[in-house]
């Protein structure tokens, strides 16, 4: 068996809970840490969009002048998830529609 060390994705807090399953019977899991935003968590997200670096990626991307499908072609996430997250800084909205 091999442990694998879990650490919360959005403050790397290794000060975890098992945390029930969710619906597809994943290992779900709940930091600790009362200063994180981030309550519960998987350790392998489906969606990649969900994930704070690649949120970090469509701003970087956006800054660097690329256009929403672009952005969401390199991260391999939906337009629409490009949209939502550049909807929370409307400068750089501006600048790409
Ligand atoms: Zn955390």
Do not use: H, W
Request: proline share 2%; net charge positive.
């Amino acid at each position: 068996m091999v442990l694998v060390s879990i650490k919360c994705p959005d403050c790397n807090s290794e000060d975890i809970k098992k945390n029930g399953k969710d619906k597809t019977g994943k290992q779900r899991y709940l930091c600790c840490n009362s200063n994180c935003t981030r309550r519960t968590f998987i350790t392998e997200y489906v969606q990649n969009g969900r994930l704070k670096k690649v949120k970090d990626k469509v701003v970087e991307m956006a800054l660097n002048g690329s256009g929403i499908r672009d952005t969401a072609r390199v991260l391999k996430i939906s337009p629409n998830t490009v949209l939502n997250e550049l909807k929370k800084n409307e400068i750089l909205l501006k600048k790409l529609t």
